[in-house]
């Protein structure tokens, strides 16, 4: 940035000298000098100069942000239009949300299902395509606590700006204690608006995109909502995670996030009500 | 020399005269400065559809989680938007002023292949329509003026919006590499006696470079059209990883042309600002040979950097160094160019005509967004701002404070030979100081909202601080900048009606195309003046003044 | 050293331009090579095609000697062998359109796999260049028969050649790379 700025400096300042210095005063035609070799030279070989220091200073850093690559810690899989996050050691399964431990090198690989996604928390390093049909890496090493906002960053259909994420970066007890959570299967309330809403889950066709493990077991068609409460938000950033949120989502989807994939199942107020209430009870 | 008569007598004589409508005159005509014209006229249009989809996507995205476009409506209007400015407008008007000037400042009657050129015309023009007619259909193409796949496939956009849009860019592709064939065969055949090769004026040397870099990248999205609609029509999987196709492919095959594309889009620009400062600085350019060497450097250089556009795409070390390396490489030609550009300057006696005006704002504008260029093949800041708003910012930095700034600056210098007469200089700086103030304010500031982490090609976004503010920001100057284009129409109508005549030579230029009355005769000169430097005007007025 | 004429100038750019469209087609074909040889293997018939191939071969040398002749003065002889040059070229074609029935009926489809739709892709162009390039001398041999057939149609005449002698080249490349690789 320094570079260039010095440059834009230097070309806007010579501008700025020679539109005042040179500006037309009389009818007269002034001195046709042309060309100068040497300066030629000097204009060319200084900013290949500059280049190379900008090309090796690009591949230093290439190479520091690059490591042997192994296991992954994290398998991200960008679906139109939500984020399937899986930890394969653990068995752990979410959406919308990645969690990484301070100070510990993750690893994630990152996958897509459909079309090309791209997968970005700026504060934590580089972007990186989600390619159907390959599979590419990044290493991850979080610095301090703190909740970063994420994107996808490559054009994937209408509601690609709502395409976005979370992540979390906890103290690494913290970070154990939340995966050994999200590893565990759906808690099992004995409210009775919560068992109401399980049965209807399973009898509406929630069960056949959504899994809750414990429940059933589903492909990935759509988030994983086995612990969908203890997320913060829903849809992709777009609403807050609470029951009226929640509610309007399952009421009309298309309404809230246009062309999203989720039909329009038309539920009653009640069924909204026992939905409501058993997804809120999966922390 | 050619085999092609060049006593303007004997050719008028195979064309007798006949009495017909002025319509049917202009749809029939084969005189390549009516072309210019009508390519002048059609690019216009297609500015004001691209202008207004462009408007209605900074409205939609004055605040945040607007409801005024669907996303659907969204992606539909900014894929019109990138795919008419890039073909409808900055291309054909670029061409257009080509077709225009070329056989003028060589010294020629015509185009070497006259009905080749009207065919070239008409086959972009209904190209353009065809796209615009799948808003009739129904539903435009919406995966972007670059249509990666899979999401332009059919099984992620199965509307026909995608096959007018494939269908549209080959009809105009043939009418840009027929222009292109046009153009080199003129230039290399039809000049008058004297004008060797190193003696061209700069815009023709450019034009004639360019013409080259389309033969070699308009096939290049021939080719990708083609295989998408295989893809399509006839179901393969060129690019559909499940039929062990590839999407990366289509990204390889694509910017091999796109990358290409934007330098066609910006040298004959190159071209206008070589005329137009050493005219109003009243000095020869500065280092003719390494400003034509130059050309030649970027052209070949642009064909070696496509994957640039790819950094994010995790192609591997090899791949980010080779094309970070190349692409850093080739802001070297380009900054060799503006300070020649700036040297020409330096001890001359500047007229700050509306044109030189334009010329300036393009040094500085078009350097800004050269920077920004070279922090992208940084390629590790890449990886943080590619496919955000500070990608829009160097883009529309580079295409509109580069090459429109340019055009502004052409139709200002060459307005009068076109049409006879002068355009106003009260009403150009009004367009002009309208026009700088309104670019800086829409596309500068987005170069913040990029590295603030705003991605692009979104159709709302969260309210997150500044964003707002930003985006409103921008969107004013959307509209200064429709305002000022306002004023250059309203500039030309009144001018064409009213304004000062403008004689053969109004700003005491000196090359070839102003050795004639404005507008010039059908047959472009009564007698072409002998041609001994580069300024063959500037040699008749000082007879006793050194060579080139 | 030959100089281009304008019309020839003209063809050689356009050349130029599908030289590089042929060579991304190609570039797919090679970048897809091991499903593509795998089909190349198992459905094409090298021998048969070889002798279509040598047909639009010869067609390019009796061209030049339609040409040679033309220069010679001898419209007849120019007739003549321009009349062969399109018969020749015209069952390159027939052999084509006979291949491709024969792959249809097993088949084998641009659908199918990456074969299918890089080899059809290719030869398909390739096959449609043939054409225009037929119908270009057909008019050729139609302008013959006009009494002002002169020095200008002549030129016309090397221009056209430049584009048959190309379309020629590029099938010798497409037939080593889709054919010879799976035969040899």
Not at chain 2, 166 to 181: E, H, K, M, P, S
Not at chain 3, 90 to 108: D, P, T
Request: charged share 15%; net charge neutral.
């Amino acid at each position: 940035m320094w570079i260039c700025g010095f440059i834009l400096a230097v070309v806007t300042l010579a501008l700025a000298y020679i539109l005042i210095r040179f500006r037309r005063r009389d009818d007269g035609e002034p001195a046709q000098g042309t060309g100068n070799k040497t300066l030629e030279v000097v204009w060319t070989a200084v900013p290949i100069a500059l280049v190379t220091t900008l090309f090796v200073l690009s591949v230093i850093t290439a190479r520091a942000v690059d490591r042997p690559l192994r296991a992954p810690d994290i398998v991200v899989v960008g679906h139109q239009w939500w984020w399937e996050v899986r930890y394969p050691a653990s068995g752990a399964v979410t959406a919308n949300e990645v969690h990484l431990p301070a100070g510990r090198d993750t690893l994630l690989q990152i996958d897509a299902a459909d079309v090309v996604h791209d997968f970005w928390v700026p504060e934590l390093g580089r972007k990186i395509d989600a390619v159907p049909g390959r599979h590419n890496y990044i290493w991850i090493t979080a610095g301090r606590q703190a909740t970063y906002r994420g994107a996808c960053a490559e054009f994937c259909g209408p509601e690609h700006a709502w395409m976005r994420f979370r992540a979390v970066i906890d103290s690494p007890e913290v970070f154990d204690a939340w995966l050994a959570a999200e590893a565990a299967p759906a808690p099992q309330s004995a409210a009775a608006d919560a068992v109401a809403g399980r049965t209807r889950f399973s009898q509406l066709t929630c069960a056949n995109c959504h899994a809750v493990r414990g429940v059933n077991q589903q492909e990935p068609y759509a988030p994983d909502l086995t612990h969908v409460a203890s997320r913060r938000m829903l849809a992709g950033e777009r609403l807050e995670n609470t029951s009226a949120n929640l509610r309007e989502w399952l009421h009309e989807p298309n309404l809230i996030k246009p062309n999203c994939l989720m039909p329009n199942l038309n539920l009653s107020d009640q069924d909204l009500s026992a939905l409501t209430a058993y997804l809120e009870s999966l922390r | 020399m050619s085999d092609t008569p060049l006593a303007p007598g004997l050719i008028a004589d195979e064309y007798p005269e006949t009495v017909r409508s002025a319509w049917l005159d202009w749809i029939s005509t084969v005189d390549h400065k009516r072309i210019g014209i009508l390519y002048m006229f059609a690019t216009l249009v297609f500015f004001a559809a691209g202008g207004v989809e462009a408007l209605l996507m900074r409205i939609q995205l004055a605040r945040p989680d607007s409801h005024f476009l669907s996303p659907d409506q969204y992606d539909q209007i900014f894929t019109m938007h990138g795919t008419t400015m890039v073909f409808l407008v900055v291309v054909p008007m670029l061409l257009g002023f080509a077709n225009y000037l070329t056989p003028l400042m060589i010294g020629a009657r015509d185009m070497a292949l006259p009905r080749l050129n009207a065919f070239s015309f008409w086959v972009f023009l209904f190209g353009g329509i065809l796209l615009y007619l799948s808003f009739v259909y129904g539903h435009a193409p919406a995966a972007g003026w670059f249509a990666y796949t899979p999401l332009s496939e059919k099984g992620y956009s199965s509307r026909y919006g995608m096959d007018y849009w494939a269908l549209a860019l080959l009809g105009i592709g043939v009418g840009t590499v027929a222009t292109a064939v046009n153009l080199i065969v003129t230039i290399l055949k039809l000049r008058a006696p004297g004008l060797t090769i190193r003696r061209l004026p700069l815009f023709v040397w450019m034009v004639l470079v360019n013409s080259f870099l389309i033969l070699m990248a308009l096939p290049a999205l021939n080719a990708s059209l083609v295989m998408l609609l295989v893809d399509r029509q006839l179901n393969a999987h060129f690019f559909m990883s499940l039929g062990g196709g590839s999407p990366v492919l289509w990204q390889h095959y694509f910017w091999a042309f796109g990358h290409p594309e934007v330098y066609i889009m910006v040298l004959p620009a190159f071209g206008v600002i070589s005329e137009v400062i050493p005219v109003f600085s009243r000095k020869p350019i500065f280092g003719y040979g390494f400003v034509a060497a130059s050309t030649v450097a970027i052209a070949l250089l642009s064909l070696g950097v496509w994957a640039h556009h790819m950094f994010a795409v995790g192609l591997g070390h090899a791949w980010d160094y080779a094309f970070g390396a190349s692409s850093l490489l080739i802001a070297v030609p380009t900054g060799v160019k503006v300070f020649n550009w700036i040297a020409t300057m330096w001890g001359g006696s500047i007229h700050f005509t509306t044109s030189m005006l334009f010329a300036i704002a393009f040094l500085f504008t078009f350097t800004i967004g050269g920077l920004s260029g070279v922090s992208f093949a940084t390629f590790p800041l890449d990886w943080q701002t590619t496919d955000t708003y500070y990608v829009v910012a160097h883009m529309h930095y580079v295409l509109f404070g580069g090459t429109l700034f340019a055009m502004m600056s052409a139709v200002y210098y060459w307005f009068p030979k076109f049409s006879g007469r002068m355009l106003s200089e009260r009403l150009g700086r009004l367009h002009f100081v309208l026009m700088f103030i309104g670019f800086h304010m829409t596309f500068f500031i987005q170069h913040f909202l990029g590295l603030d982490g705003m991605p692009r090609r979104v159709y709302t976004y969260p309210d997150l601080p500044g964003w707002g503010v930003m985006n409103m920001i921008s969107t004013i100057g959307a509209f200064v900048i429709g305002i000022s284009v306002l004023v250059l129409l309203w500039n030309m109508w009144v001018s064409i009606h009213a304004g000062a005549p403008a004689g053969d030579n109004p700003w005491n230029a000196w090359t070839l195309e102003w050795a004639t009355t404005s507008p010039p005769p059908e047959h472009n000169f009564e007698a072409v003046p002998p041609v001994r430097s580069a300024r063959p005007l500037w040699d008749l007025a000082h007879p006793e003044g050194g060579r080139l | 050293m030959r100089r281009f004429t304008t019309a020839q100038t003209a063809v050689a750019a356009f050349l130029l331009s599908e030289a590089v469209f042929f060579g991304f087609l190609i570039a797919a074909y090679v970048y897809f090579y091991p499903q593509a040889a795998r089909g190349a293997g198992r459905d094409l018939d090298p021998p048969r095609t070889l002798i279509f191939t040598l047909c639009l071969l010869a067609s390019s040398a009796t061209l030049w000697l339609a040409e040679r002749r033309m220069t010679a003065g001898g419209r007849n002889g120019f007739r003549l062998w321009l009349g062969v040059t399109i018969a020749l070229g015209a069952v390159f074609l027939a052999g084509q359109g006979l291949e491709y029935a024969g792959l249809f009926a097993k088949s084998v489809t641009p659908e199918r796999d990456l074969f299918g739709a890089t080899f059809f892709t290719l030869t398909g162009f390739h096959g449609f260049h043939v054409l225009c390039g037929l119908v270009s001398l057909l008019a050729l041999l139609a302008l013959t028969f006009r009494a002002d057939f002169g020095e200008a149609a002549r030129r016309g005449v090397g221009a056209v050649a430049l584009y048959w002698h190309f379309v020629d080249a590029v099938w010798i490349v497409i037939f080593s790379l889709v054919y010879l690789t799976v035969w040899i």
